[in-house]
């Protein structure tokens, strides 16, 4: 089991970045892949980036390809969101999970072990 936790949300203008920390605790971190997800008012919880477990393998939502870069370092038990370009639409709660089953690394339910979340508010 790991435990999840996230920082690095704020309010920020449009264009402007922001980087998020998901900082996980127990010694099995670098066993999972990792996923950013995203929750925004009124919408449903959306996949935004994932990580293998060497970090050779990225992938990320169309919406963010280009402006986001997910990465980690195993040796901090920290995964990160470097955000780019940033636009009101990408507000929303971001989370970070670990991937726990085979398969797309775009499906939810292949994610257990979710963080908090951090608040992300850009302002137009």
């Known amino acids: 089991q790991v435990q999840l936790v996230e920082s690095g949300g704020g309010l920020v203008q449009a264009g402007g970045s922001l980087r998020l920390s998901c900082a996980a605790s127990?010694?099995?971190?670098?066993?999972?892949?990792m996923g950013w997800f995203r929750r925004a008012p009124g919408k449903e919880r959306e996949f935004v980036a994932g990580?293998?477990?060497?970090?050779?393998?990225?992938y990320y939502a169309g919406s963010v390809k280009g402006r986001f870069t997910i990465s980690r370092d195993n040796a901090k038990n920290t995964v990160y969101l470097q955000m780019l370009s940033l636009k009101p639409e990408d507000t929303a709660v971001y989370s970070c999970?670990?991937?726990?089953?085979?398969?797309?690394?775009?499906?939810?339910?292949?994610?257990?072990?979710w963080g908090q979340g951090t608040q992300v508010t850009v302002s137009s």
């Open positions: 127990g010694r099995t971190f670098s066993s999972y892949a």
């Open positions: 990580i293998s477990r060497n970090s050779d393998i990225t």
């Open positions: 999970a670990a991937k726990v089953s085979g398969g797309s690394y775009y499906y939810i339910a292949n994610y257990a072990y």
